[in-house]
């Protein structure tokens, strides 16, 4: 079983509409996680960390069910800039970090 | 701020030649780590290093070699190079451990022919 598993999309959706991501991860004793954004041919760079309660930055809300073992990002009112890859990031234990394949998400006019 | 440098941005190999792929930091971070990503792919973890001097395998760590020498460097050495081994290299280093974030450089993007 992978450590980190996407659903890889592609999701397409219209200027202003809601969208959501799931992110299922294998080790129970996760630690740490985060949401990384990925533009074509570019770095990965880091959206937002996912803390136990659930944590929000404007229109990006992050979302951890331990019980369920999967993190979740929601984005509001969709905008052209926000079309990327969206990388979900588990940190298991020590130091080894285990990405997932990516959520590709294209945002329409 | 420079951040995370890596040299060269784009390179062609031909099997069994050797290279080395830089990468530099200028934000006093312990942590630094090595990935690649094939086409469609997450990204794999190559090696890491917690500090000068230290470093560590990956899941993905054969067919390369690193060194970290100062808190600053970690190039990744390629001895004999593959196809198999074409692909986006990433550097990335981080404050601390794993619930640190990681700040990436920008890539290599290397060509095995």
């Known amino acids: 079983r992978k450590e980190v598993e996407q659903d890889p999309g592609p999701f397409n959706v219209p200027e202003g509409a809601t969208v959501a991501f799931n992110c299922t991860y294998s080790?129970?004793?996760?630690?740490?996680f985060f949401w990384y954004r990925q533009d074509c041919r570019k770095e990965p760079k880091l959206l937002m960390s996912?803390?136990?309660s659930g944590n929000e930055d404007g229109r990006f809300t992050a979302q951890l069910n331990r019980a369920s073992q999967y993190i979740s990002l929601l984005i509001r009112d969709s905008k052209l800039s926000d079309s990327a890859t969206y990388l979900c990031?588990?940190?298991?234990?020590?130091?080894?970090?285990?990405f997932g394949t990516g959520t590709s998400l294209t945002v329409i006019p | 701020n420079a951040g995370v440098t890596q040299t060269p941005k784009f390179r062609i190999l031909k099997i069994g030649q050797s290279m080395t792929l830089q990468c530099t930091q200028d934000?006093?971070?312990?942590?630094m780590y090595w990935y690649r990503q094939d086409p469609g792919m997450g990204l794999k973890l190559i090696y890491y290093?917690?500090?000068?001097?230290?470093?560590d395998k990956g899941e993905v760590p054969n067919g390369y070699n690193v060194s970290r020498s100062t808190t600053e460097d970690f190039p990744l050495r390629l001895e004999l190079a593959a196809p198999s081994q074409t692909s986006v290299y990433f550097c990335?280093?981080?404050?601390?451990?794993?619930?640190?974030?990681?700040?990436f450089g920008d890539g290599t993007r290397l060509s095995i022919l």
């Open positions: 990335a280093s981080s404050q601390g451990a794993g619930n640190q974030p990681q700040h």
């Open positions: 290093s917690v500090g000068a001097g230290i470093t």
């Open positions: 080790n129970s004793a996760s630690q740490s």
């Open positions: 996912v803390y136990s």
């Open positions: 990031v588990v940190n298991p234990t020590g130091n080894q970090f285990y």
């Open positions: 934000m006093n971070h312990n942590y």
